[in-house]
């Protein structure tokens, strides 16, 4: 019968190909994380998420025939400000949508033109300074 038991340099060589398989199975991963938030920050998305899923709460209410409570319509207008907010930083310079805006400017076979918010300026428009209609009743 063969004997089960190894000496300790054994051990350590399987604990050193698994520790290298674990190292470039987690190298792949990080390098499909980045290459996603090349074009979209994981902010960005988990923000748009949210925002998506209480879109979603009043459209519950709204399919029942019921009216959206204040609570949820404030949640939204909080979202779209904030919204607003996230993709300002976003196509400021060096911001991620700037960085990918820029490359897009290049490509000819555009449909759209991408160069128009290179140049972005600060500042609200008339109907961005409106009061919320929601809080007001609250």
Not at 43 to 71: C, Q, S
């Amino acid at each position: 019968m063969a004997e089960l038991d190894h000496s300790a340099e054994v051990y350590l060589k399987r604990i050193d190909a698994n520790m290298k398989l674990v190292r470039e199975m987690l190298t792949t991963v990080v390098t499909y994380m980045r290459d996603a938030e090349s074009e979209v920050s994981e902010k960005m998305r988990r923000f748009i998420m949210y925002m998506h899923d209480v879109h979603d709460i009043a459209h519950l209410y709204e399919e029942r025939g019921l009216p959206v409570p204040r609570h949820v319509m404030a949640e939204l207008e909080r979202c779209d400000d904030r919204y607003r907010q996230l993709l300002e930083e976003a196509h400021l310079d060096g911001g991620v949508f700037e960085k990918v805006r820029r490359g897009m400017a290049e490509d000819p076979s555009n449909r759209w033109d991408h160069t128009r918010q290179l140049t972005k300026t600060k500042g609200r428009m008339e109907h961005e300074t409106r009061t919320s209609v929601y809080l007001r009743l609250a």
